[in-house]
């Protein structure tokens, strides 16, 4: 995580509170900015060059060598697909942190990633154009219109001609089919999961 400070990037680490427990007894974080001991200023000056005082950007090297290494896997004949909700490091910068960086507890949004520790699980966006620096990617849909594109409308129809084939049987054969039908609805809706991106890096 970096921070924009005083004309450069900061690396946002985590420390104990002072004493190390807060007035509950309870063991307390603080973070810390620190100097990059690299040239992740240089390159987020590149990807965010307007970021304003303040902005944070995620730095996902990890993914980055994650895409490396599933690229070495597949080879000449193999395919690389990502699923997930992407953004880019500018348009990150220009949002608040709370809205690329989220916590989830219950279905519900958490609180603050350094608070309730192990209890509550902690997502980010992708950033795709750190992912490009490795390579760009073939493909960038979203993932309605790929399910599309691999036909997923014909199982829905092959499912509804069996949910009313055998609805009034109520058997196994008729409850799949009928989920399949309600899985595809959520799996489309471009407000909610339709809407994730499809990244594909092909031979």
């Known amino acids: 995580l970096a921070e924009r400070r005083d004309g450069g990037w900061c690396e946002v680490r985590v420390d104990l509170e002072p004493g190390g427990r807060g007035t509950d007894g309870g063991t307390r974080f603080v973070e810390r900015l620190v100097p990059f001991a690299d040239d992740t200023p240089d390159l987020l000056d590149r990807l965010a060059p307007g970021a304003a005082e303040g902005a944070r950007v995620p730095v996902q090297e990890p993914a980055r060598d994650w895409l490396r290494d599933a690229l070495a896997v597949a080879g000449r ?52 154009d750190q992912l490009a620096l490795v390579r760009e990617p073939d493909l960038h849909t979203t993932q309605a219109e790929w399910l599309r594109a691999h036909g997923v409308e014909g199982l829905v129809e092959d499912a509804r001609r069996t949910w009313r084939e055998r609805a009034h049987i109520g058997d196994l054969a008729a409850v799949a089919a009928r989920s399949r039908v309600t899985e595809a609805d959520a799996l489309l809706d471009p407000a909610g999961l339709g809407g994730f991106a499809v990244l594909e890096w092909r031979p």
């Open 77 to 128: 004949d193999g395919l690389v697909v990502v699923f997930d909700y992407v953004s880019t490091t500018a348009e990150m910068a220009a949002r608040p942190q709370e809205e690329w960086l989220r916590t989830y507890r219950g279905h519900r949004r958490g609180v603050s990633p350094l608070a309730d520790l192990g209890t509550q699980d902690i997502t980010c966006e992708v950033a795709v």
